[in-house]
């Protein structure tokens, strides 16, 4: 198959989108950011790259201190309000009904209703150009009960998140299998041809067998 060279731009996809909080419990904001992302195991740190005319940039710089509240599908109609408008104009957490949440370890308060919330303070921003980049040690994060599986592990397949893929929204949860699992003989690891070649993932107990002869 032929492929097509597109002019050199930012699509890289799935892309979370999340709600950032910022501020403290008397004066906050939240801004959706498709912007972020993990960049170290150990310790563990994020990044969100924002917009230096956005209302939440400021408030970011002077207080230091972010929570990142993952997006459900339930929740992506309030997401996305808050991403089209201003915290100069208006109380977002007012306006969506959501609760602010004293966080644990920073100032910023969390989203309740968001099953998810990673608490972060930044150690140093980066100017790139349109967005600065601020980079952030992960405090804590907290999580819904309800979320946790018996191993007290995070079941993503219930949190039903958003992910973003070049200005649309598409939801994530179905399970394809977990890291690491195409080293293992019982899996098939290779695409195959036709239509009975099973998708990655698939255990070879439940490929339809190969039909022989014909077209």
């Not at 140093?124 to 018996?150: K, R, T, W």
């Not at 994530?172 to 195959?192: D, E, N």
Request: glycine share 8%; proline share 4%.
């Amino acid at each position: 198959m032929a492929k097509v060279q597109l002019k050199g731009a930012n699509l890289l996809a799935p892309l979370p989108v999340v709600m950032v909080s910022v501020g403290d419990m008397e004066n906050s904001n939240i801004i959706t950011v498709a912007w972020t992302g993990t960049v170290c195991s150990v310790p563990p740190r994020v990044y969100v790259s924002i917009r230096h005319d956005r209302y939440s940039y400021d408030m970011l710089k002077k207080g230091g201190e972010f929570v990142i509240n993952f997006t459900t599908d339930k929740l992506l109609p309030a997401c996305d309000w808050c991403g089209i408008r201003s915290g100069r104009e208006v109380d977002k957490f007012a306006e969506m009904k959501f609760t602010r949440g004293k966080a644990n370890c920073v100032s910023a308060p969390i989203i309740c209703e968001s099953p998810i919330n990673i608490e972060c303070k930044v150690f140093d921003v980066i100017n790139l150009g349109s967005h600065d980049m601020f980079l952030a040690d992960v405090l804590a994060v907290d999580v819904d009960e309800e979320f946790l599986d018996e191993n007290g592990a995070i079941d993503y397949s219930k949190a039903h998140l958003v992910c973003y893929q070049h200005g649309n929204y598409y939801a994530s949860g179905r399970h394809l299998g977990r890291f690491g699992f195409a080293a293992q003989k019982k899996y098939i690891t290779k695409y195959g041809k036709g239509k009975d070649a099973t998708a990655v993932g698939v255990p070879l107990a439940k490929r339809k067998p190969a039909r022989r002869g014909g077209k």
